[in-house]
């Protein structure tokens, strides 16, 4: 028996999988299909309604990932910089942001130890355990928010060197809507 079926609701289409679970959740696949994972013996009035229910959540997140499926799209087809052209950024970058770091430290309470400026291909920063500071330079193709952004979190890894809640607590004391900011720098690529 096939316990795969597909249902709408609204303007939501879904498959229903249905397994030996005990709980019922919605998941969205790279290519925005959305699966809801059922217990065997679940009502489809049930599923329905938790489907309802999580509207906003699913139209949210496909609108994210939809994004993000463009954003890389666009990328695979944005021309490499050039060797001379990172070099500029580099040297922006080492201008602009000991200036943002010299601004945030005071502010979230910390010293910090020697910035480096580098290109790196998945992080846009990094704090070590001694406190040296290392950034993209390919920060500078992002806003000045997103550069303080970056700058505050790193800083705030001299407080707590993890994503606990208390860290994230640091970076809103110093950048209350960081949440947005962080949410927007995901739609650039290092």
């Known amino acids: 028996m096939d316990n795969n079926h597909t249902q709408s609701f609204d303007h939501l289409e879904y498959t229903v999988i249905r397994s030996n679970r005990k709980s019922i959740c919605i998941e969205i696949s790279p290519d925005l299909q959305i699966k809801v994972r059922a217990p065997q013996k679940m009502l ?93 330079c390919m920060l500078m193709t992002t806003t000045p928010e997103l550069i303080d952004y970056v700058v505050v979190h790193e800083l705030c890894h001299r407080k707590q060197m993890n994503h606990s809640p208390l860290f994230w607590a640091e970076v809103e004391r110093a950048l209350p809507n960081y949440k947005e900011l962080r949410k927007e720098l995901r739609q650039y690529s290092c």
């Open 44 to 136: 489809d009035s049930q599923i329905r309604a938790f489907v309802a229910s999580k509207d906003k959540w699913i139209t949210d997140h496909l609108a994210i990932m939809q994004e993000r499926l463009e954003s890389q799209a666009a990328d695979t087809y944005r021309k490499p910089l050039s060797g001379s052209e990172l070099a500029v950024l580099a040297q922006k970058a080492s201008i602009v942001i000991p200036e943002r770091v010299k601004h945030f430290a005071p502010i979230i309470g910390v010293t910090y130890g020697r910035i480096t400026i580098r290109h790196q291909k998945t992080r846009w920063g990094s704090c070590s355990s001694s406190g040296n500071l290392n950034f993209n």
